[in-house]
T-cell receptor, first 115, second 113 residues
C-alpha cells in the first residue's frame, strides 16, 4: 500500500512569491493534515482538512491556506513568502469517520527555502 | 495554551542500554498520545501510541509509560541499537480540537556502538 506522497521534494522561492505544495493521502484516508517543521523545532500544526472542508487551523497567518480536492488530495498555498517560512512542510493523513480512526501517517515532506 | 514539553533535548546511550525520553503536559485534556521516530530527510513515522486509560503499553523494545495524575508520559527503548539513532517526538491530541496533534520539541537520540 502506497504511503503519503508529497511534491515537490524541494522548492526554492524568493521572498514575496507564492508557494504551492501538494499532498496525496493514503488510499482510503479522508483527512489530511499540514504541519510546519522549522529547523531544529518540533512540528507545528497548520491545517486539517476532512471531506473537502477545513476542520481546524493552527496559529498561522491567513497567507497560509489550502484546500482538499474530491479525491482527498490536498494543496497548501503560502502567499507573500517571508524568510521565516523556510521549513520542512509535512503532510499527514488519517481515516476520520469518528475519533477512533485517528492514527496520522506522514509523508516525506517538502523542503521550502525562501531566499 | 496547548503545550507538550519534551526532555531531554538530546541523549547519548551505549548500545544495549535503555533510552528514556520524557514528556509532560498541562492545562489541556488530551486523549491520545503517539510517539514518532524521524530519520534525517524523512517524515516522522508512527512508533507506538497510548490512550489515557492505559498506564503502560509495550511493543517489542519500545514501551510507553503514562501517569495521568502527573500528566506525564515517557518512551523507553530497551536494548538500544545504533539503528535507533533518530529524532523522537512525543505528541498529544487535545480532546476538544478534533484530530490535530500537539508535538513536543523532539529528542535527538544517538546510540553509540
Amino acid at each position: 500500500e502506497a504511503g503519503v506522497t508529497q511534491s515537490p521534494t524541494h522548492l526554492i522561492k524568493t521572498r514575496g512569491q507564492q508557494a504551492t505544495l501538494r499532498c496525496s493521502p493514503i488510499s482510503g484516508h479522508t483527512s489530511v493534515y499540514w504541519y510546519q517543521q522549522a529547523l531544529g523545532l518540533g512540528l507545528q500544526f497548520l491545517l486539517w482538512y476532512d471531506e473537502g472542508e477545513e476542520r481546524n487551523r493552527g496559529n498561522f497567518p491567513p497567507r497560509f491556506s489550502g484546500r482538499q480536492f474530491p479525491n482527498y488530495s490536498s494543496e497548501l498555498n503560502v502567499n507573500a513568502l517571508e524568510l521565516e517560512d523556510s521549513a520542512l512542510y509535512l503532510c499527514a493523513s488519517s481515516g476520520y469517520r469518528d475519533r477512533e480512526s485517528y492514527e496520522q501517517y506522514f509523508g516525506p515532506g517538502t523542503r521550502l527555502t525562501v531566499t | 495554551q496547548q503545550q507538550v514539553k519534551q526532555s531531554p533535548q538530546s541523549l547519548i546511550v551505549q548500545k544495549g542500554g535503555i533510552s528514556i525520553i520524557n514528556c509532560a503536559y498541562e492545562n489541556t485534556a488530551f486523549d491520545y498520545f503517539p510517539w514518532y521516530q524521524q530519520f534525517p530527510g524523512k517524515g516522522p513515522a508512527l512508533l507506538i501510541a497510548i490512550r489515557p486509560d492505559v498506564s503502560e503499553k509495550k511493543e517489542g523494545r519500545f514501551t510507553i509509560s503514562f501517569n495521568k495524575s502527573a500528566k506525564q508520559f515517557s518512551l523507553h527503548i530497551m536494548d538500544s541499537q545504533p539503528g535507533d539513532s533518530a529524532t523522537y517526538f512525543c505528541a498529544a491530541r487535545p480532546e476538544s480540537y478534533g484530530n490535530k496533534l500537539v508535538f513536543g520539541a523532539g529528542t535527538i537520540l544517538r546510540v553509540k556502538s
